[in-house]
Each structure stands twice: as structure tokens, then as C-alpha cells.
């Protein structure tokens, strides 16, 4: 158990809905990390956030946003889904920022849009 | 551009006998290199990692990896095969004075008995 939690699980949607994963990072740590995990694309970052701040973006859709909160949890929320959006996304912390600095992963939540 | 390659898709091993996967990057400088596990149904957890220093690193559960500058590969080892060590395994570069992670295709691991 990293200790980074993702909510939830699973999720099933429909094309055109929007949906929100959330993710809560290990306790002290202060960055949080959006990764999207699929056949084709592979293991991609999409975001970084940092105390609040987004510190780094990757490969995020227009349709995707995120934010962290005052206690440190952050969203992931995903609009007019496409059927290409299925995937795992996965939440990863960090006590700081930095690649030096080891990302600890959550579980994922795998989202399969119908 | 930064990039990972790692050429095996998918590696059968016996229980017992040595493992290799390798990983090859690309990267102007010498980057961070990271490898970790992702088991079925798991988030990933980090095997090893090389920033600087002795070029053949220690990680955890008996892995070990190798940074051959000459070659741009962090190839990960292990002398002799579990069942539990069936998984995925990715290869990532970390650029340097960066945040992101860049995660090559993975290699995924079947361990017969």
C-alpha cells in the first residue's frame, strides 16, 4: 500500500458525460501527480500540481482539468469523454517536486466509456 | 526529444533462471533513469533508481540495474527468477530539472513454475 488513495475504482460512463477522479496523496506530501494509462498511448503524464499550484503539464486534453486543494487532494475532471478516454489513470505524490524527488503511485481508477 | 524504448514486449522466463529486460533512452544528457513494477491490479512501485554515481545500482526485491552511458541503456537484472516477480516492469527517464516522468511501453513478465 503506497498510501496514495484514488477514488473510485471503476468507473462506467457514457460518450459526452463528465465525469471526476479524485485522489488523495500520501500524507506530507505536497505534489500530485495525473498519469493516463492506455494500450495505445501507453504510460503518459498529464499534469502536476504542487501545493496548490500547477508546477507541470504533459500530454492533457483540453477537455481534462485538474486541481488540488487547500488540504492537498486533488481532481482530475474529464468532459465530453470519447470512447478513446478509456483508460487507467493513475494519481501519484511526491513529498516536493523534482523527478529526484520518488513518485509514489495510487491504485488507479480504470474509467470505460460505452 | 526525450524517449524510452523498451524493445521486448512481452518475456517468458522458467522460475529459477536469470532475467534481463532492457530499456534504452534518449536524452542529450545523462537523465534520471527509474524502473518499477506495476503487478496486476496495482498502481506502480519503484524498483530502483540512478541519478549519479556507481553505475550499477540496487533496488529492491533482488533487482539490480546497469547505466551504460555508451550504449543509452539502464538495462534491469535479476540472478534468478520468482513467480511473484510476474508483472509489468517500466522503464522511465526523469529529464533532468524536470517534473515529469517519460514511462517506455513496459515489458511484461510471465514466470512459468
Known amino acids: 500500500d503506497s498510501g496514495v488513495t484514488q477514488t473510485p475504482k471503476h468507473l462506467i460512463t457514457a460518450t459526452g458525460q463528465r465525469v471526476t477522479l479524485r485522489c488523495s496523496p500520501r500524507s506530507g506530501d505536497l505534489s500530485v501527480y495525473w498519469y493516463q494509462q492506455s494500450l495505445d498511448q501507453g504510460l503518459q503524464f498529464l499534469i502536476q500540481y504542487y501545493n496548490g499550484e500547477e508546477r507541470a503539464k504533459g500530454n492533457i486534453l483540453e477537455r481534462f482539468s485538474a486541481q488540488q486543494f487547500p488540504d492537498l487532494h486533488s481532481e482530475l475532471n474529464l468532459s465530453s469523454l470519447e470512447l478513446g478516454d478509456s483508460a487507467l489513470y493513475f494519481c501519484?505524490?511526491?513529498?516536493?517536486?523534482?523527478?529526484?524527488?520518488?513518485?509514489?503511485f495510487g491504485p488507479g481508477t480504470r474509467l470505460t466509456v460505452l | 526529444a526525450q524517449s524510452v524504448t523498451q524493445p521486448d514486449i512481452h518475456i517468458t522466463v522458467s522460475e529459477g533462471a536469470s532475467l534481463e529486460l532492457r530499456c534504452n533512452y534518449s536524452?542529450?544528457?545523462?537523465?534520471?533513469l527509474f524502473w518499477y513494477v506495476q503487478s496486476p491490479g496495482q498502481g506502480l512501485q519503484l524498483l530502483l533508481k540512478?541519478?549519479?554515481?556507481?553505475?550499477l545500482v540496487q533496488g529492491i526485491k533482488g533487482f539490480e540495474a546497469e547505466f551504460k552511458r555508451s550504449q543509452s541503456s539502464f538495462n534491469l537484472r535479476k540472478p534468478s527468477v520468482h513467480w511473484s516477480d510476474a508483472a509489468e516492469y517500466f522503464c522511465a527517464v526523469g529529464p533532468y530539472n524536470t517534473d515529469k516522468l517519460i514511462f517506455g511501453t513496459g515489458t511484461r513478465l510471465q514466470v512459468f513454475p
Open positions: 501519484a505524490s511526491s513529498v516536493t517536486t523534482g523527478v529526484v524527488d520518488e513518485q509514489f
Open positions: 540512478y541519478f549519479s554515481g556507481d553505475t
Open positions: 536524452y542529450g544528457a545523462t537523465p534520471y
